[in-house]
């Protein structure tokens, strides 16, 4: 199949308008409507349904979202790592949930740059589901993440357990609920929280930043969960206090990779993996 075929249905299913779809794509309106009659006439089935408001996703056209994204992912992912081979003997593809990259991934990549600067280096984050559909479709080499899922063809290695506690910016050890800011932490932790704080509306700010998130918290006040090795050195310095008796979630984080591996590349990359780890 044509891989323009795949981006234009891309296209018009993120903007809703065959006219907006060719604009982004610099194409005429007559185009991108050939092009979906090529793709529709391609898979047998009805993709779009347009109408004067706009255009919609059929119920195969919902099916074949997900399949279009991957198809696009790993065709691009091919250009690159071609790329690349012209001046590195290797290319590796990290993804991480956002809370593992401030004091885990990111000196971990400064090691793969002072340490194997000929193979070239792409970086990610997703969410858990994002990582391991690009894990299955191959265009990803490792990613880290909780709470994986166990499919055939990859490997799932334990690294550290993550504990997510919460701290105040105020110094209080028990400060007002009302200074409470939520800090999205991913699904795993959505669920958890949910459980423990039923009134999770309580938040006044929320916040999908990641550790950055820390310098919002220093900013405005109030009181947050953060992993305790991102807050630990905020502690020390006295800016951040932990506040006791609150629930404390702890999640195993694991590298996941697959199974067929050339062992003899990945040994080095996952051996200083497990060292950052060991020091957390």
Known sequence: MDITLAKTFLAIADTGSFVDAAERLHVTQSTVSSR????????????????KSGA????????????????????????LELKLAESHRDHLAVGGQPSFWDGFLLPWLCWMREQLPDIAVTAVAASSIGLMDRLIDGTLDLAIMYRPTNRPGLVIEHLFDEELIMVSASGARQPPI??????NWGREFEA?????FPNSHMAGLSLDLGAIGVSALLATGGVAYFPARTAQAYIDRGELTPVKRLPRFVYPAYA?????????????????????????
């Open 36 to 51: 979906v009659k090529a793709l529709e006439d391609l898979l047998g089935r009805s993709l779009l349904e347009r109408s």
């Open 56 to 79: 919609k996703l059929t119920p195969a056209g919902q099916q074949f979202h997900k399949h279009a994204l991957a198809l696009v992912r790993v065709w691009e992912h091919a250009r």
């Open 178 to 183: 009302r200074d409470y800011v939520y800090v």
């Open 192 to 196: 958890d929280h949910a459980l423990a």
């Open 256 to 280: 996941v990779y697959p199974e067929d591996r050339d062992e003899e590349a990945y040994e080095p990359i996952l051996s200083s993996l497990k060292r950052i780890a060991s020091e957390l």
